[in-house]
């Protein structure tokens, strides 16, 4: 079954910086990739997604990308505030119906200002 | 409905008793999801209910835990003998199809078993 390493388990940053969670997944049929953010006590929110068939894809400050061949997959914050403290998960999922998410162990971002 | 609604919010019961948390789907949504979340872990997948299909039950933990869908909407999960080891956040997905859908969760319920 699907794998999926992720890292860092905790990352802090200043105000300002950029930053970079990676995940790696281990089934190659796995076709689906979102990231969700959680903020403590609250529900996992999705953030931002991708498939197979693309390579990047930006929302505002947060990008991802996907090496295929590599298997590996990584979210980018730039310009961090704040209020982008929280656990982040990254998910993978193949391409049958009804395969559930299968999430990385989460990223604790701490950004100080 | 607006997002997917669990009830209750939490739930403190005593070792051994049984417990039922319910998960009400995104009108609309034929696939549903559950998760459990323990504290400062990740999400275990549990259960998923894709329309009229059988339910693919490969990640219940053992077989003191259940679910059930009536009617391709409301969810149930039901742990029998309830253990300490119980204890955790149960998380509800749901998709507008089983296939790579974005998955939206509800606030889930949080469950403590003395």
């Known amino acids: 079954g699907e794998n999926v390493e992720q890292h860092p388990s905790t990352l802090s940053v200043q105000e300002g910086d950029s930053a970079v969670i990676k995940c790696t997944y281990s089934d190659s049929a796995s076709n689906y990739f979102p990231w969700y953010k959680q903020e403590l006590g609250k529900r996992p929110q999705l953030i931002i997604d991708i498939r197979s068939n693309v390579g990047e894809k930006k929302d505002q400050r947060i990008a991802v990308t996907l090496n295929k061949t590599a298997k590996h997959f990584s979210l980018h914050i730039t310009e961090t505030q704040p209020e982008d403290s929280a656990v982040y998960f990254c998910?993978?999922?193949?391409?049958?119906?009804?395969?559930?998410?299968?999430f990385g162990k989460g990223t604790t971002l701490s950004v100080s200002s | 409905g607006a997002g997917v609604s669990q009830s209750p919010s939490n739930k403190v019961t005593e070792k051994g008793k049984d417990v039922e948390l319910r998960c009400d789907p995104i009108s609309g949504h034929t696939a549903l999801y559950w998760y459990r979340q323990s504290l400062g872990q990740g999400l275990e997948f549990l259960i998923y209910f894709q329309g009229n299909s059988a339910p693919d039950k490969s990640g219940l933990p053992s077989d003191r835990f259940s679910a059930e869908r009536t009617g391709g909407s409301v969810s149930t999960l039901t742990i029998q003998r309830t253990q300490q080891e119980d204890s955790a956040v149960y998380l509800c997905?749901?998709?507008?199809?089983?296939?790579?859908?974005?998955?939206?969760f509800g606030d889930g319920t949080r469950l403590s078993i003395l």
């Open positions: 997905a749901s998709s507008l199809t089983g296939r790579s859908q974005p998955q939206h």
């Open positions: 998910a993978a999922s193949g391409a049958q119906a009804g395969t559930a998410l299968i």
